[in-house]
């Protein structure tokens, strides 16, 4: 095998519990984004842009459709004679299976893999982040540092700062202190749970790691604080540019409303810096019917819509919508059939959802006094009834049906 | 079914094989619908029948085509063993480079393709037909009839010199005339794909090589008609083979009747096509659309109404863009009026500009170009 210098592991296991009702049934690097993404294109199209060919990706939870989309890697440019796309799942060691116990578990189970490539340097990614960033140049930094780790931060808010693992480092980046969530936050600094790590150390550590009962097998709680105990060179590169987790249902829906804001820096467009995804033949041009006012909205492949009207919204593939119906701050994803008079209002829908006429899902924050306030989300396959109320922050379960009580 | 596919990318069937669009690309590379091009209906159709071996012959002007194709892998035709064949054309030291003068004599000349195939079958086809053609269904047929030859047809107009079917009740073809000026109206007109037995083809191109025949229907059906079983294949659904601007035009305009484009594309037989990585859409608040097929990595921000616009079109704030066809990466710039045109790829038409082609004949901006 011809040695890489780097390669990318991407931990795309997790649940992504905070998003409920639409991880019931994927892996949260498998939900679907901004008309015709899904989460996990992001780091995989930035290893791509960053000249990394082979991307090792570790799935644990409910795997299939990751699986099957991530397929053999072609629409990333990953189907490779050497290196690629490759899939990790947990494997059975003996006469014991295992599962990833941990981050830092998840790659220790995969040390094998790894060093089939003998890289230099590993990056660690995960599947939870719209992002556009150039990991080549966070390598640079990295060599340059002559660093053992390197994690990529972000500037954040400083009153927002004890939500996220904050990195104090010195004027020149060497980092001399982690913590995990604090009440009193020295910088601003917060991780971006990206890393790249010198392989010969990494794997160090991962095995002094693995051998610590007291761990929990987590690179941002273990390894790392451990290598920096050790007096190892760890520095924190700085990333500047749009970052978001899109780990809950708000964010979620704030990180599409974010592509209909031309001031927020997430341009997809971009041909130097292209995101690829994995698409759906047989698809016609969206098909704009009469008396329709379509504004402020990015709207995808064969969808139909007529006589309705459609306000800050993203529209995934295939999505039709009937005559008098109203959508404002939805997003609405992948063949969604919605019928005549529905109004729907700071929602999400999600995919093969039916939506009969006049129902009402979700309403503006400003005109709701029923309660309590959120994003009211459809899960995927789900009816909602002809007439029937979603309110806001309610959850339809996917495949089920919402009719009169 | 077990057949080998030829598409022929050739200007035989074009009345204007210089106009606008063709100047620089074969009919078969003609961007159609929003998002395909022409050769995409019968290079679906033929892997939609399981066809995986096909070779696709280019005379000049290639160019895009070959862009197009790319590896295949589009279409699923990025095969271990066969896939797509680009039939460019060749230059053997004692002939030069072959001249090909007709697509018999364009068989003739890739014989050793056809003779290095395996298939029992070989089907033809015209890239610059747009029909989606239930390739299976038509083989079936074929070999139901034991025919020698079967061809394609459509309940369509043909154009004066065209080839006009007439067949007897079982569907055999009793006669071929020619399209007469005076004569008008729908006529069981041959859409330029046919299916053969891939031996008697060969048998056939030395028969051609000795008598230097070169056109396809005129020697090849027309020849054999009396003494070999030659049937129609009669294709219901949606079919044009675009001839002229007017056809160009009118063919991309039904497809904002939802029924006809149903008929196109057929969710049973998809019709795939270059994927692009574009964006979604994007309108803007001002936008206004009506009736119209609009593509991805488009930018709306003025006024759209009865049009077929392309991908990664933009349309500024204050345009109006009526009756037009607008092809990939056009700008419209701010106020502009676009009525009844089509401009070609990346052509930029400047802020305040009106054009406007005649209600018979729709304005043609070439590509790249400014106005």
């Known amino acids: 095998m011809k040695r890489k210098e780097m390669l990318a592991m991407l931990l795309a296991g997790g649940q992504g519990s905070r998003l409920y009702v639409l991880t019931q049934e994927m892996a949260k690097p498998a939900v679907p984004f901004g008309g015709k993404y899904r989460i996990i294109d992001f780091p995989l199209s930035n290893c791509t842009n960053s000249g990394i060919d082979t991307v090792g990706v570790l799935t644990q939870y409910r795997p299939l459709e990751l699986h099957t989309y991530i397929g053999n890697g072609q629409p990333w440019d990953l189907d490779r004679m050497q290196g690629g796309v490759h899939i990790l ?34 990056l660690i990614l995960s599947g939870d982040h719209v992002y556009k960033m150039d990991y080549s140049q966070m390598l640079d930094f990295h060599k340059a540092k002559k660093a053992d780790a390197t994690i ?6 400083i009153e927002e700062a004890s939500r996220f693992g904050i990195i104090n480092a010195d004027a020149d980046d060497h980092i001399y202190e982690f913590e995990e969530k604090p009440a009193h936050p020295k910088s601003d600094r917060a991780s971006m749970g990206i890393y790249i790590f010198t392989w010969e150390k990494l794997r160090k550590y991962l095995i002094e790691d693995e051998n610590d009962p007291q761990s929990s097998k987590d690179f941002g709680k273990d390894v790392l604080p451990r290598m920096l105990a050790a007096g190892e060179r760890l520095f924190a590169y700085c990333f500047d540019g749009y970052w978001k987790d899109v780990g809950t249902i708000e964010s979620l829906w704030e990180a599409n409303m974010d592509l209909l804001n031309p001031h927020i820096p997430l341009n997809l467009s971009d041909p130097d810096w292209r995101i690829y995804a994995r698409h759906d033949h047989n698809l016609m041009p969206q098909y704009i019917g009469r008396n329709v006012r379509v504004g402020e909205s990015i709207v995808t492949e064969n969808c139909t819509l007529d006589g309705c009207s459609l306000w800050y919204s993203v529209l995934f593939s295939g999505v039709t919508i009937g005559a008098g119906s109203v959508l404002n701050s939805a997003v609405v994803m992948q063949d969604v059939k919605i019928g005549k008079n529905c109004t729907i209002k700071y929602a999400i829908i999600a995919s093969d959802a039916v939506i009969e006429d006049g129902a009402v899902i979700g309403a503006e924050p400003e005109h709701y006094h029923g309660g309590e306030w959120g994003i009211a989300v459809v899960g995927s396959g789900a009816v909602v009834k002809a007439g029937q109320v979603v309110r806001p922050k309610e959850m339809i379960k996917p495949k089920t049906v919402k009719e009169a009580d | 079914m077990n057949a080998l596919g030829l598409i022929f990318c050739d200007h035989y069937s074009s009345n204007l094989p210089n106009n606008e669009l063709t100047r620089s690309r074969t009919p078969a590379s003609l961007p159609f619908g929003g998002r395909f ?71 003739r000349a890739y014989k050793q393709f056809i003779a290095d195939a395996r298939q029992e079958l070989v089907v033809l086809a015209f890239g610059g037909t747009i029909a989606n053609i239930d390739l299976e269904a038509m083989l079936e047929e074929h070999v139901k009839n034991d025919a020698f030859v079967t061809l394609a047809y459509s309940n369509i107009p043909a ?23 005076e004569e008008a109206g729908r006529h069981y007109f041959a859409l330029g794909t046919y299916i053969v037995n891939r031996l008697d083809l060969l048998d056939f191109l030395d028969k051609a090589d000795n008598n230097d025949y070169t056109n396809l229907n005129r020697d090849f059906v027309q020849r054999n008609l009396a003494s070999c079983r030659i049937y129609g294949y009669h294709h219901q659904g949606y079919a044009r083979i675009i001839r002229t601007i007017e056809d160009y035009f009118a ?51 003025g006024s759209v109404k009865n049009s077929v616009i392309f991908r990664g079109v933009v349309v500024e704030e204050g345009a109006v863009v009526e009756d037009s066809i607008l092809m990939q990466k056009s700008t419209v710039g701010k106020n502009a009026q676009v009525c009844r045109v089509i401009t070609d790829k990346n052509v930029v038409i400047n802020e305040e500009t009106e054009v406007r082609g005649a209600s018979s004949l729709p304005f043609v901006i070439g590509k790249g170009k400014k106005v």
């Not at chain 1, 990529?152 to 808010?157: D, N």
């Not at chain 2, 790319?70 to 030291?93: K, Q």
Request: hydrophobic residues 35%; charged residues 25%.
């Open chain 2, 251 to 301: 063919s991309n305009m039904d497809m904002l009747n939802p029924e006809l484009k149903m008929e196109l594309f057929d969710a049973e037989h998809p019709v795939y096509t270059k994927v692009k990585d574009s964006v979604p859409t994007l309108y803007d608040y001002h936008a206004i659309v009506e009736n119209s097929l609009i593509a991805d990595g488009c930018v709306i921000k």
């Open chain 2, 159 to 181: 154009y004066t010199g065209e080839m006009i079917l007439h067949l007897q009740e079982d569907g055999r073809i009793e006669n071929i005339s020619y399209q007469r000026e």
């Open chain 1, 89 to 122: 799942p947990p494997y059975v060691s003996g006469s014991t299976g295992e599962w990833y116990a941990g981050t830092a578990n998840a790659i220790y189970q995969n040390i094998q893999f790894i060093e089939k490539y003998d890289p230099e340097y590993v």
């Open chain 2, 37 to 107: 091009r022409a050769i995409d209906f019968s290079l679906s159709s033929m892997v939609n029948a399981g066809m995986s071996d096909i070779g696709v012959i280019c005379k000049e002007n290639y160019g895009s085509l070959i862009d197009h194709l790319g590896s295949g892998e589009d279409w699923d035709l990025n095969r271990r063993n066969g896939g797509i064949t680009l039939l460019t054309p060749l230059a053997r030291p004692e002939t030069k480079i072959w001249p090909i003068r007709g697509r018999l004599d364009a068989l």
């Open chain 1, 152 to 157: 990529a931060t972000l500037q954040v808010p």
